[in-house]
């Protein structure tokens, strides 16, 4: 059983899938979505799902540095909770505090561009959102 990393954001959704013993992420897409018009990829999600033969999901949570929840995390939760009634999979809540700056942080240190950090960004997110997730599971 492989398990899905999402990195939500407000306009994308990066993709990680593990490998089938659960011990390292690797990046597939990421997926265009409009919270403003209640279009969430759940399509492409569920034919990743497929294709992949995916048992969990696992979402990473942006709680603050102090630990509160603002309205980024809120959207994760809600974004966890329609994944939930919609594949009927288990879904976790990861923090994923700073995974988007640890990112950008290597994209930058591979001198890539601007326009190509921002096509990829979410999608290494989700990976390192997944590898921890995963780093977590195999202690």
């Known amino acids: 059983m492989?398990?899905?990393g999402l990195d939500v954001g407000s306009k994308t959704v990066g993709v990680a899938i593990s490998d089938e013993l659960?011990?390292?992420a690797q990046g597939i897409e990421t997926i265009p979505i409009n919270e403003e018009e209640q279009?969430?990829?759940?399509d492409r999600i569920e034919?990743?799902?497929?294709?992949?033969?995916?048992?969990?999901?696992v979402v990473g949570f942006p709680k603050n540095m102090n630990n509160t929840v603002?309205?980024?995390g809120e959207a994760a939760q809600a974004f966890a909770e329609k994944l939930k009634k919609h594949f009927h999979l288990p879904v976790s809540l990861w923090d994923e505090r700073l995974?988007?700056?640890?990112?950008?942080?290597?994209?930058l240190q591979a001198d890539m561009s601007r326009k190509k950090r921002k096509k990829v960004i979410d999608k290494i997110a989700a990976v390192m959102i997944l590898q921890?997730?995963?780093?977590?599971?195999?202690?």
């Open 132 to 139: 921890g997730y995963l780093d977590s599971q195999n202690k």
């Open 47 to 57: 034919e990743l799902i497929n294709d992949w033969d995916v048992g969990k999901i």
């Open 39 to 42: 279009l969430f990829g759940l």
């Open 22 to 24: 659960g011990l390292t």
């Open 99 to 107: 995974s988007t700056m640890a990112a950008e942080k290597v994209l």
């Open 70 to 72: 603002g309205p980024r």
């Open 2 to 4: 492989r398990v899905m």
